[in-house]
Structures are given as C-alpha cells and as structure tokens.
C-alpha cells in the first residue's frame, strides 16, 4: 500500500509564499519522477512542475521564476516553494509520483495524493 500525503496549503495574500511538501509512504522500492498540478474549480487539472529522481526539473510557463520544486529522496519528499503568489494560482494542488514497487520488473505505478488547498487573495 502507496501513500502520498500533501501538506502545506492555505491562504495568502497576492504576493506572499507557502511551501507545500508531499511525502510517500509504502511499500516503495523506488521513485522515478515526482510532480505537483493544480486544478482550479471549473479548470481541468494542469502541470505546474516536475522533477525526477536526477533533479531535472521542468516547469509549466506561468509559474517558471516564481515556484521551484526540489526533493529528498532519503525521505521519498518532493517540495513546492512558492513565491510571489498570484490569485491566479488559486486551486488544489495534487502531488503525484512514478512509483517503483518492487526491483525485478521496470512496470511503474502512478499514485496521487489526496490535495491541498491553496487560495491566494487579491
């Protein structure tokens, strides 16, 4: 059994920050890539950034210089930080994960957390 837990949400003002952090738990062998998407109500669900497991990095373009994603992979943890926050950004922000459950076969699972929060005022 997979897990992932988000944490990190909330509400700020236009302009402020938040981190978000997503920890996976389980019966893990390993982690390919890590990401975090966002859906605002009425709006399909969208990349905002991923990372894999070397630390390369791709962004989606309204949020490249503003957010920037990192990970532990000690602590099977992918983090969001988020700076100069816009009401745009507004929506439940979802971390998912490429998951590798045992090491004799390369089929990868895809897991979703449960979603945070994020409201950003005007």
């Known amino acids: 059994q997979v897990q992932l837990v988000e944490s990190g949400g909330g509400l700020v003002q236009a302009g402020g920050s938040l981190r978000l952090s997503c920890a996976a738990s389980g019966s893990i062998f390993s982690i390919n890539a890590m990401g975090w998407y966002r859906q605002a109500p009425g709006n399909q669900r969208e990349l905002v950034a991923t990372i894999t497991n070397g630390g390369s990095t791709n962004y989606a373009d309204s949020v490249k210089g503003r957010f920037t994603i990192s990970r532990d992979n000690a602590e099977n943890t992918v983090y969001l930080q988020m700076n100069s926050l816009k009401p745009e950004d507004t929506g439940v922000y979802y971390c998912?994960?490429?998951?590798?459950?045992?090491?004799?076969?390369?089929?990868?699972?895809?897991?979703w957390g449960q979603g945070t929060q994020v409201t950003v005022s005007s």
């Open positions: 998912k994960a490429q998951i590798k459950l045992v090491p004799q076969t390369q089929v990868v699972y895809h897991y």
